[in-house]
């Protein structure tokens, strides 16, 4: 008898709890995936950050301001190349549900610092001309229907409240797959002439470049001393550092992801080897049957190691297959609420080796015991 024939044979002994044991891998590693992307979506911005890009915050917090006059300042300390700044806006579009980020940005220097997010020219130069331009990334354009000369209302919740009106002028997209393309930007000159007189003039956060990226770390010490003992202090640290120092706010997400997914393989480990065992007691006479009409111990357990491979590789493939097919969707359904879902290779191919080893571990001990069954004492017990 052939192996493969064998091995259908033992497989389909049993359909139904094939069938569940497939399924329970399945949905190891649907949720194996879904982990991954949403631990990328978190420390995206420290893996994309520029190695050559600081960021300066009041020291208090990123909530407290700082003063405008400090870009010049900063500016005149070696190792800068350019700078440019920011403000969080934090307005509704229609309804609270519709969550996107709005930044105020200084848009002469915009496109220097962040060159990843790529704007047309025509539609920045547009943007330029108009006060009231805005200019949308490609993904939260798409969410609402957006197209360019677009009239878009937002109702202000902080600087004073109010309905503020852009007309959409540009649309940037990222040049990699992982930048986000979710963010809502609007001209620094409208957003002065609209806020309360005692705020003006006060920025949320600086973004610089640094000529080379070696000198980072100098560059953030001089600039934390030029404005040591001022009113308002400075914290100024790489774009990665401050990233990671934002993602730890929402609390420690890798631990608790890596936590989730351990749990869940070795979960899944128990069924599949309890299943193995179990399939692998109940066929006690037939193995030793084989082994007694010339089977090797060897092969033996090469039986019981393939069954498990195929049942893992059956569920693991179904389970990261409606992954690829669903994180799309998932992501859509978030509303903006995270960045890019963005299913890699190199998560499909971690889950697919998770699924391999898994699959040997689950068959190698019911397998090995097979292999060292004695024939006699394995009839004796049918």
Do not use: C
């Not at 890798?254 to 109940?282: C, H, K, P, Y």
């Not at 009409?293 to 195929?310: H, N």
Request: hydrophobic share 50%; glycine share 10%.
């Amino acid at each position: 008898m052939k192996y493969g024939a064998l091995l259908r044979a033992n497989l389909l002994r049993k359909k139904f709890r094939l069938i569940l044991t497939i399924g329970s891998f399945a949905m190891a590693l649907f949720l194996f995936a879904f982990l991954a992307v949403v631990r990328d979506a978190f420390s995206r911005g420290t893996e994309v950050a520029g190695a050559d890009r600081l960021v300066v915050i009041n020291r208090v917090s990123i909530i407290s301001p700082i003063p405008l006059s400090y870009r010049d300042k900063i500016l005149r300390i070696p190792g800068v190349e350019t700078i440019t700044h920011n403000n969080w806006f934090g307005g509704i579009y229609q309804d609270e549900k519709n969550f996107f980020p709005q930044f105020v940005i200084d848009p002469e220097n915009q496109r220097q610092v962040f060159p990843e997010l790529v704007t047309p020219d025509e539609q920045w130069n547009d943007f330029l001309k108009d006060r009231e331009g805005a200019i949308a990334g490609e993904r939260t354009a798409k969410r609402f229907g957006w197209k360019i000369g677009d009239r878009i209302p937002i109702r202000a919740t902080i600087w004073g409240g109010g309905a503020w009106e852009f007309n959409l002028r540009g649309i940037y997209h990222g040049k990699r797959a992982q930048d986000d393309d979710t963010q809502f930007w609007f001209r620094w000159d409208y957003f002065q002439e609209r806020i309360p007189s005692g705020v003006k003039g006060q920025v949320g956060w600086y973004v610089l470049r640094v000529k080379n990226p070696e000198d980072a770390v100098r560059v953030a010490k001089a600039i934390d001393a030029e404005f040591a003992n001022s009113p308002s202090e400075t914290k100024t640290e790489t774009e990665s550092a401050f990233a990671a120092g934002w993602v730890k706010q929402f609390g420690n997400i890798q631990f608790l992801i890596l936590t989730i997914g351990t749990v869940v393989f070795f979960t899944l480990l128990l069924v599949t080897g309890n299943t193995m065992a179990i399939s692998v007691r109940e066929r006690t006479a037939e193995l030793a049957v084989l082994k007694a009409i010339g089977f090797s111990g060897r092969a033996v357990l090469f039986l019981i190691l393939a069954e498990s491979m195929v049942i893992a590789m059956a569920g693991g493939l179904l389970g990261l297959g409606v992954a690829y097919l669903a994180v799309p969707l998932l992501g859509t359904a978030l509303n903006g609420l995270l960045p890019n879902l963005v299913l890699s290779v190199s998560m499909l191919a971690g889950g697919f080796a998770a699924t391999l080893l898994v699959g040997v571990a689950s068959g190698i001990f019911p397998g090995m015991g097979a292999m060292r069954m004695r024939v006699v004492n394995a009839l004796r017990r049918v």
